[in-house]
């Protein structure tokens, strides 16, 4: 499975990813362009030589953590200001990951890089399976019933045990959000080309 990617488990799959602008430090490097697609985030030290706890907010850590390399920033920044560094080793224990990062070279520079976001340039991201999707690809798309009726766009996405749910409504807050569960019965096709999901929802629902 692609880095970041949550199956719903009925056919129908998006990633929980966030995406967010931040700002890097430390780490020198090209810059990038684009949407910058936020996976974690540094809590900390482990041990003395350098490595790094971080807190994943996209689900599989495992797979994205095989990526040769991350981008550190801090949240609020545009995302030209993101550094890349080599991803030297990780590995997953009680739901953290333990990161070893070339630009983070001792415990003092590790304790200083705690609060930075870790994420990848959109482009660097796995390519998807069939059915499968990175939310940062869904936030926005128009949300249209079968009867050709639009229930407004995807603001964004809630995890929960069972499934993602999808948040949709029109961004100006004149209107209560609905929310869709994101599984193969309410989302019958997405379509990334017309930015639109059809999906089996009335509107009095």
Known sequence: MPAG????????????????????????????????VVLGKIAGPHGLQGAVRVYP?????LAWSRLPQ?????????????????????DLRNEMLLAQLEC???????????????????????????????WADLIGLEVVNTHGQSLGRIL???ETPANAVLRVGDGRGTEPERLLPFVAAVVLEVELAQARVRVAWEMDW
């Open 5 to 36: 990617s949550l199956s719903a488990g009925t056919g129908v799959a998006a990633a929980g990813l966030d995406v967010r602008p931040a700002d890097g430090e430390g780490c020198a490097g090209r810059q990038v362009s684009g949407e910058i």
């Open 57 to 61: 907010f996209a689900d599989d850590p």
């Open 70 to 90: 991350w981008w550190l920033g801090r949240e609020g920044e545009a995302p030209e200001l993101w550094r890349p560094t080599r991803l030297i080793k990780c």
């Open 104 to 134: 983070v070279a001792d415990r003092s520079a590790a304790e200083a890089a705690a609060g930075l976001l870790v994420g990848v340039p959109h482009q660097a991201l796995p390519p998807t399976a069939a059915d499968e999707y990175y």
């Open 156 to 158: 964004g996405l809630i």
